[in-house]
């Protein structure tokens, strides 16, 4: 059996390559896991832990209370998985019970996590609940797409030429009625900048604001690693919406990512997300996996 510890930084490499493994789909680098096990979001009181065997990074699994909702006491348990030659021995149920414990401490007291469809089993025998699905994609940008040309009184920025909390202001609006289990409706600024803004894997110059009229109404924010980049969040603020422009920001961003050496773009979207399920068909995005949200809740 797999010794169950608490994470540390120097295990991101062991980490990113599970992951890989595990979920190919998922783009999060070595300098920003390493970020974020060492200094872990404020307000969230965010741990992870690994399975360690032979001393490879066999499992892993983070728990922490979600501080963008104002629906009180969720908590969350992120990307558990564990790797296929170490299952059906415990690992998993393992790392579970740590994640709940603390959640327990911290007072959660409703849990949202996610699960592969084969996975789904496993959930259940634990007391989640199956919600909501989620669909990933993914892009080939080798060659570049155009560069799209923007109607008149539109531009197409760069994030890294704006000032960040205009950036976020754009985000938490159009987060608003974004679909999922609870509400993104508490974005603060302080936690935005510290895992959007301060991100290692953010590309400021590939992320890009649309400005109508001298007010930012749109945004694409890009994450990468090396030749894989990751669409962290496209949206419209509600006053602009029902003119093309989240479609416009994306094409930009993967433009502009693919000059800097991106070859492929994954992305993920609620399965009631209709519009940007249609913008990314446009935009020829192909489907590699579906995860659930679970959900249960805490005594």
Same mark, same amino acid.
């Given at each position: ?150 109607? !008149? =009184?539109? %531009?197409?920025?760069?994030? *890294?030429? #704006?000032?960040? /909390? ?5 985000? +938490? ?64 603020? !509600? =006053?602009? %919406?029902?003119?093309?422009? *989240?479609? #416009?920001?994306? /094409? ?5 990512? +693919? ?41």
């Amino acid at each position: 059996m797999p010794v169950i510890r608490p994470a540390r930084p120097d295990d991101a490499p062991g980490v990113v390559a599970l992951r890989a493994v595990v979920h190919p789909y998922l783009v999060r680098g070595v300098e920003s896991t390493r970020r974020m096990i060492a200094q872990p979001p404020p307000e969230e009181d965010w741990t992870a832990w690994v399975a360690e065997a032979d001393g490879q990074v066999v499992g892993w699994a983070s728990a922490y209370r979600n501080s963008q909702t104002s629906e009180p006491d969720v908590g969350e348990i992120s990307t558990l998985h564990v790797h296929p030659a170490h299952r059906s021995r415990g690992v998993g149920t393992a790392l579970l019970a740590a994640a709940l414990g603390h959640l327990r401490v911290i007072g959660a007291r409703r849990v949202l996590t996610w699960s592969q469809p084969e996975s789904l089993p496993f959930a259940r025998r634990h007391g989640f609940t199956p919600s909501r699905e989620l669909r990933y994609s993914a892009l080939d940008l080798q060659p570049a797409p155009p560069m799209p040309e923007p109607p !008149p =009184g539109v %531009r197409l920025l760069p994030a *890294a030429e #704006l000032d960040p /909390r205009r950036i976020h202001q754009v985000d +938490a609006e159009s987060s608003l009625d974004e679909p999922g289990d609870v509400p993104t409706d508490a974005m603060g600024y302080d936690i935005w900048h510290h895992e959007v803004w301060d991100n290692p894997g953010l590309d400021r110059a590939a992320s890009t604001v649309a400005e109508v009229d001298g007010t930012l109404a749109a945004v694409s924010l890009v994450k990468r690693d090396g030749d894989r980049m990751w669409s962290a969040f496209t949206g419209t603020v !509600p =006053g602009h %919406r029902g003119r093309g422009l *989240a479609g #416009l920001v994306k /094409r930009a961003a993967l433009h502009r990512a +693919a000059l800097g050496g991106v070859r492929v773009a994954y992305t993920s979207n609620d399965g009631a997300n209709a519009p940007m399920l249609a913008v990314n068909a446009r935009l020829g995005y192909r489907p590699v996996a579906t995860q659930w949200s679970c959900l249960r809740e805490l005594t």
